[in-house]
Structure formats: structure tokens, C-alpha cells
């Protein structure tokens, strides 16, 4: 593992180049442009962090007509949305929700190597090769933030878990301000692999990275995101992926206002297409603690509320199993044993006022969601083309009928609860990595021995939502050797959703 990472460094550095194979997304769904009401009402038990005060420049559009009579423009199977309004959008914010966890080196050197396909592709879109027209508009304006997947372990120390009440508690940037990255900074883990331009300084980068595209240098950015984003390892093990970015946008207050003092201000701006990128190898275990509860719109009381970080005290007696990180996995949707926040409150399809869509209220369809995750190498697709969730996550809620089958490189599955016999500390793997091969005869238990990733079914069951909700959802595995595919596929959703300037 440790020589692949040094290979896709060194890949990352010389700009190593290979053809995309992209697959045809999900078809756009309808769009509720009604104008909800914006309750952001979640307050942290404390406010201890300093804000950091981030410029902000205008921004320049760019160029973008399409062609006479063309219709909305297309790249695989994503239109452009025609009807965006008279404000012309040529901003994007991306929050990058990284896994920190110890299995996770190789696959941030693989991201980092091949950031350059994601800015490349947004700064200068691919033009049609009848007409010369940019198929999208063009990207000028670009905030990159980033935020760990490691939010502590409430009331129990764990070991790995350096901050137990808080973990970094999804402020951006953690190497700058994380409380838990403070005791294992990337570069007393992995020097070796960080950019040259990278100082061992915590300092050294703001809140998040501006990019304009007039006047930027795109090569000094690409190594900027890397120093920002290449967390390393030795982060919690009990990621909670979807609620770090809830911190990260809602609880910390992300949005541009003026004279905010919230921790994560400035970030995203109302003009901007928001995406929300979750980069991880395990489930999602956003556990309830009832601290960050939502509260009443109009009593603007806490909701009710049932406090699960107890599945964090090795000596409960409560949950599915005595293993810490199985308890995240050995439960059914809903009962006693399930200590996760329901997806609602990230996106409610019925109230497009909470969750990540109180970003953007009254353009829900401008958040966009994808994930590189644990799930299959090749996602089942339907017949007119689009992931088959129903194939994929199976159509009983509690996913006991979901994907389950024998990959070329081993037995995989996405079904919840199910426990590898062969292997009893781990669940079926969701996928192995691309191009290994399993040996029945003798159980490959340990990722030095064959990679693989535990299924993803929380942040694949988002992605559901955001494309049937939406027509706004990118997901692929993280298993793959080549991030490339993925991260057009995301620049695709993202550039959807962009409006040509009037």
C-alpha cells in the first residue's frame, strides 16, 4: 500500500494522463424551486474557536453561449438546467469530507495525484467538437474547503480517537484548527508523500482556498489542495462522514454574511453551486448526540431527541455488538440497536429547508452530492441508463435484499448486517480493490493483504436521495486504482447546474 501511495505522488508530479471511461448517470429529476424557509438554528455546545477572517474577491465571468437553436447543452446524459434565473452563476464551492481513518493513505494519495482532472475540467470545460462552444460554463470563481471525517467519541475515550468530545468537529481546514489533527499532523505520518510546497506549518493555509480563474495559477492551487487535503491517517476509526459536513455547513455556520463570526463563514456564497464530496472506505456512522440537535422553528427549542453516544462505551451492553465499530454495522435501520441520525436530516425530500439544502433556500438544486465510498467497482445500472438503486441498496428497507454477489476480485455486498463468516471482525466487503484477486482456500482478512472497503450504505442511500430528489448525485468506488472516471463524473453534475451568463 505504502508503494502505490509513493507511485501516485509521484504520478501527481509529473501529471500522469490516463483516458476516462465514464459511465451515464442518473437523469435529472424535477426541480421545487418554491422558496423554503432558511431555520439554521443548531448551536454547538461552545464556541471556543477563533474565526479566521478569509478575503473575498469579485468574481469575472467568463464566456459561455451556447449554440443557436442547440437546445440545453448535454454531456452524458446530465442537461443543463435552462430555466437558472437572471443570476449567472460562475462560482462553485466544493467541501471535500475526507476520511482520516488508518486505511485510508493510499486512497488520499490517489485523490491527490488526480485533483488536476476536477480543476482542469472546471476551469476549462471540454468544448464540442462540431461547433467549438464550451459544453458548460466556465468555472471563476472556486472556494475548496476541507473538514476530517473524525467528530470524537462523546463521553468515552477510545483509542486512535485523539479528541474524544469533538474530534475536529467539521471546522475547516483541520490541519489549521482541527482538535484532533493537532496531534497527528500529515507530516509527522506521512511526510514523504505532501507536495514540497506543503510547510510543516498549521498556519499556512486560511479557513479554505479561493481559486480565481482570471488570475490564478492553476498548477500552485492544485498543490494547495493537496497540502489541505491530504489529512493522512490516525484520525478516528468511527467515522461520521455525513454529519461532519452538517457541522462543517449548518452548525458552523458556513455561509457568506456579513459580520458573521461563525467558525466556517464565508465558505459558501448564494450565488455559488454548492458540492458536498465524501471520500471514505467505511459506513457512515453519524451517531446521535443530541448536543446538535435541530431545533423548533418557532419554539426554537432543541427537537426531541435520543442520544445515542453511548455506543461509544465498550461496556454497553446496549447495542449490536461489543466491537465499537461493528455496533455501526450491526443494526437494522430504526431499532433500539441503530444509533445513527436519520438521513432526513441531511436531506428531507418533504423540507427542503433542512439539511444541506438550508444552504441554498429556494435553489435546492444547487447542492450537489457525490462520494468515492464503498461500493461496488460497477454500480448495477437500469435499463434507460442510471444507477439501480433498488439493485444496488435493495428494495427492503432494512437491505437484506441488497446487492450481494461474487465480484472478479471476491464475494462483495451491500446488504446491511452481514457479517463476513469467514472474517468475523469485518462485514462482506462492498469491493476490493480493482484488479486483486481473492483466494478462497485462504480468508485475505487484513487490507495488507487485499484492499478492500466495508459497504457504504448510509452515503450511497444520500446519493439516492439527491438523485431521485435532485437528478444531483455522483457515486463511485473507492476502490479503484484511477479516481479519474469519478471525478469527471462529479465535475458533470457539478457544470449541470451552472448557468450560462446571460
Known amino acids: 500500500m505504502r508503494r502505490r501511495a509513493i507511485l501516485g505522488a509521484l504520478c501527481w508530479t509529473l501529471g500522469c494522463n490516463q483516458g476516462p471511461i465514464v459511465q451515464d448517470p442518473a437523469d435529472s429529476g424535477g426541480l421545487d424551486l418554491q422558496e423554503p424557509d432558511l431555520n439554521l438554528d443548531v448551536r454547538p455546545p461552545s464556541s471556543e474557536v477563533t474565526p479566521v477572517e478569509v478575503s473575498m474577491t469579485d468574481v469575472v465571468f467568463g464566456e459561455f453561449a451556447p449554440?443557436?437553436?442547440?437546445?440545453?447543452?448535454?454531456?452524458?446524459?446530465?442537461?443543463?438546467?435552462?430555466?437558472?434565473?437572471?443570476?449567472?452563476?460562475?462560482?462553485v464551492d466544493i467541501l471535500f469530507v475526507v476520511d482520516n481513518s488508518n486505511s485510508m493513505r493510499e486512497n488520499q494519495a490517489t485523490l491527490a495525484a488526480q485533483f488536476r482532472v476536477l480543476i482542469d475540467q472546471l476551469v476549462n470545460p471540454p468544448t464540442d467538437p462540431v461547433t467549438g462552444v464550451p459544453r458548460y460554463p466556465r468555472v471563476n470563481s472556486l472556494h475548496v474547503g476541507v473538514v476530517s471525517s473524525d467528530l470524537g467519541t462523546p463521553g468515552s475515550l477510545v483509542v486512535s480517537c485523539a479528541n474524544s468530545d469533538q474530534g475536529d468537529n467539521g471546522l475547516l481546514n483541520p490541519i489549521r484548527?482541527?482538535?484532533?489533527?493537532?496531534?497527528?499532523?500529515?507530516?509527522?505520518?506521512?511526510?514523504?508523500?505532501?507536495?514540497?510546497?506543503?510547510?510543516?506549518?498549521?498556519?499556512?493555509?486560511?479557513?479554505?482556498?479561493?481559486?480565481?480563474?482570471?488570475?490564478?495559477?492553476?498548477?500552485?492551487?492544485?498543490?494547495?489542495?493537496?497540502?489541505?487535503?491530504?489529512?493522512?491517517?490516525?484520525?478516528?476509526?468511527?467515522?461520521?462522514?455525513?454529519?461532519?459536513?452538517?457541522?462543517?455547513?449548518?452548525?458552523?455556520?458556513?455561509?457568506?454574511?456579513?459580520?458573521?463570526?461563525?467558525?466556517?463563514?464565508?465558505?459558501?456564497?448564494?450565488?455559488?453551486?454548492?458540492?458536498?464530496?465524501?471520500?471514505?472506505?467505511?459506513?457512515?456512522?453519524?451517531?446521535?448526540?443530541?448536543?446538535?440537535?435541530?431545533?423548533?422553528p418557532v419554539s426554537g427549542r432543541p427537537m426531541p431527541c435520543n442520544d445515542a453516544t453511548g455506543v461509544f462505551d465498550s461496556t454497553s451492553a446496549r447495542w449490536g455488538d461489543t466491537d465499537l465499530n461493528l455496533r455501526l454495522y450491526l443494526y437494522r435501520q430504526g431499532e433500539s440497536t441503530d444509533p445513527t441520525w436519520p438521513l432526513d436530516r441531511y436531506l428531507d425530500p418533504a423540507n427542503r429547508s433542512r439539511g444541506y439544502l438550508a444552504m441554498k433556500p429556494g435553489h435546492p438544486e444547487r447542492v450537489v452530492f457525490a462520494a468515492i465510498a464503498g461500493?461496488?467497482?460497477?454500480?448495477?445500472?437500469?435499463?434507460?441508463?442510471?444507477?439501480?438503486?433498488?439493485?444496488?441498496?435493495?428494495?427492503?428497507?432494512?437491505?437484506?435484499?441488497?446487492?450481494?454477489?461474487?465480484?472478479?476480485?471476491?464475494?462483495?455486498s451491500m446488504r446491511q448486517a452481514n457479517r463476513d463468516t469467514q472474517c468475523p471482525l469485518r462485514m462482506v466487503p462492498a469491493c476490493r480493490r480493482e484488479g486483486t484477486r481473492y483466494d478462497g482456500s485462504r480468508p485475505q482478512c487484513l487490507t495488507t493483504e487485499q484492499y478492500y472497503a466495508w459497504p457504504?450504505?448510509?452515503?450511497?442511500?444520500?446519493?439516492?436521495?439527491?438523485?431521485?430528489?435532485l437528478g444531483n448525485a455522483a457515486l463511485s468506488s473507492i476502490c479503484r486504482n484511477s479516481y479519474e472516471n469519478a471525478l469527471t463524473e462529479i465535475v458533470a453534475r457539478i457544470q449541470a447546474r451552472l448557468c450560462p451568463p446571460p
Open 67 to 91: 449554440p443557436a437553436d442547440s437546445g440545453p447543452p448535454t454531456d452524458r446524459g446530465v442537461i443543463i438546467d435552462p430555466s437558472c434565473g437572471r443570476m449567472a452563476l460562475g462560482r
Open 177 to 296: 484548527r482541527g482538535m484532533a489533527m493537532a496531534s497527528h499532523q500529515p507530516w509527522t505520518t506521512a511526510p514523504m508523500l505532501r507536495p514540497a510546497r506543503c510547510m510543516n506549518d498549521p498556519n499556512q493555509y486560511p479557513t479554505f482556498l479561493t481559486f480565481e480563474a482570471a488570475r490564478g495559477d492553476t498548477a500552485a492551487f492544485r498543490e494547495d489542495f493537496v497540502c489541505n487535503a491530504f489529512l493522512s491517517t490516525n484520525g478516528c476509526g468511527l467515522e461520521q462522514q455525513l454529519e461532519s459536513a452538517y457541522r462543517a455547513l449548518v452548525v458552523n455556520d458556513a455561509r457568506e454574511r456579513a459580520g458573521s463570526t461563525s467558525p466556517n463563514a464565508g465558505f459558501v456564497r448564494d450565488d455559488a453551486v454548492l458540492a458536498i464530496v465524501v471520500i471514505t472506505d467505511e459506513e457512515d456512522g453519524s451517531v446521535r448526540d443530541c448536543r446538535y440537535a435541530e431545533r423548533d
Open 375 to 412: 461500493v461496488p467497482l460497477t454500480l448495477p445500472t437500469r435499463p434507460g441508463g442510471g444507477t439501480d438503486w433498488d439493485a444496488l441498496l435493495g428494495r427492503n428497507p432494512n437491505g437484506s435484499d441488497a446487492l450481494d454477489t461474487l465480484s472478479v476480485e471476491g464475494p462483495i
Open 456 to 469: 457504504s450504505r448510509r452515503v450511497a442511500a444520500l446519493a439516492r436521495r439527491f438523485d431521485e430528489t
